[in-house]
């Protein structure tokens, strides 16, 4: 039988158009889920904003393969002195590896939370997950070196990680008693998916951009 999670991850690839990504912000080891701030566009319940934060990590994820080549060429023409090229590039393999582990994170997150819901909440997760990837629908229409820019610049919301810790744990200490419903914001209107502002500016490019 498949999870409920894994239904839920069904139900936005049916409506993914185009690759949606999301700013990302590296968690910092002294945040905390009171100290951290919010996503922009995120829901405010734990459940929903893991489920968020799935979505719009795996969709900067998924645009790995595509901006590299343009991360290449703007880490070799534009060195910083006394920096080394093979260091600053394995930085974005480093970078990989991590958010292939909040990647799990999120999703066992998750699915304790469902599993241990007395009511189903998968449809909501759904939901959190396609506005998290939909911080980027607009990604497509990007310049190349723009697209790129954005991408090495952004970082996953401090939020994201500490939040998912505490959901799982909450989860499965509280088994039965566990539940999430009073807590899950009703569902907005739907308006057209507008792309989140970075969280700073992009990484610089001294010549100017040709062609998308």
């Known amino acids: 039988m498949i999870s409920p999670f894994l239904f839920a ?45 799935y979505g719009a990590l795996s969709a900067h994820k998924g645009l790995r393969d595509q901006v590299m080549p343009e991360v290449v060429r703007i880490e070799t023409t534009y060195r910083r002195p006394g920096t080394s090229l093979e260091d600053d590039l394995q930085a974005y393999e480093d970078l990989n590896q991590l958010s292939e582990g909040n990647l799990a994170l999120f999703s066992r997150a998750m699915e304790a939370a469902e599993k241990a819901s007395p009511r189903p909440i998968n449809a909501h997760g759904a939901d959190a997950l396609r506005r998290g990837r939909a911080t980027w629908s607009r990604a497509a229409d990007l310049p190349k070196a723009r697209l790129a820019q954005e991408w090495m610049s952004w970082t996953l919301p401090a939020r994201c990680e500490t939040t ?49």
């Open 164 to 212: 998912a810790v505490a959901l799982e744990e909450r989860a499965r200490l509280m088994g039965p008693a566990f539940d999430l419903s009073a807590e899950i914001e009703p569902a907005a209107p739907e308006t057209p998916d507008e792309p989140a502002e970075p969280t700073r500016e992009p990484a610089p490019v001294e010549e100017p951009v040709i062609g998308g």
């Open 9 to 53: 991850l069904a139900l936005v690839a049916q409506d993914a158009q185009t690759p949606d990504v999301a700013p990302l912000e590296t968690a910092t080891p002294t945040a905390t889920v009171a100290e951290a701030a919010y996503p922009p566009g995120a829901p405010r319940d734990p459940y929903g904003l893991v489920a968020w934060c």
